[in-house]
């Protein structure tokens, strides 16, 4: 089991920038991948940006060249610096933690409860 533990959302003003942070805990493979999502209410969640244990990333075109994904590996722990906020980028966000690739897919996927950010106009 894997728990992941989210911070650092809030209210911010569009141009403004806020840092996410999650933590992940427990019986961890070494080779795994951690990513962010968000969703909006009755909208389908979506990628915004995931990084691998080997640090390959990878980012949905809306946040290129404004969020930057990376990870510390020896505390399990993923940051998102999201700079020139929006209001669309107004979501729940939420860290994923991925491990175990095999034919059938993923054998381990686990969220966090997810965190608010909210961008005012």
């Known amino acids: 089991q894997v728990q992941l533990m989210e911070s650092g959302g809030g209210l911010v003003q569009a141009g403004g920038s806020l840092r996410l942070s999650c933590a992940a805990s427990?019986?961890?493979?070494?080779?795994?991948?951690m990513g962010w999502y968000r969703q909006a209410p009755g909208k389908q969640r979506e990628l915004v940006a995931f990084?691998?244990?080997?640090?390959?990333?990878n980012y949905a075109d809306s946040v290129k060249g404004r969020f930057t994904i990376s990870r510390d590996s020896a505390k399990n722990t993923i940051y998102l610096q999201m700079n020139s906020l929006k209001p669309e980028d107004t979501d729940r966000y939420y860290c994923?933690?991925?491990?175990?690739?095999?034919?059938?897919?993923?054998?381990?996927?686990?969220w966090g409860q997810g965190t608010q950010v909210t961008v005012s106009s």
């Open positions: 990084i691998t244990s080997g640090g390959t990333t």
């Open positions: 994923n933690f991925r491990m175990g690739w095999g034919p059938e897919g993923w054998e381990y996927d686990y």
């Open positions: 427990g019986s961890i493979f070494t080779t795994n991948t």
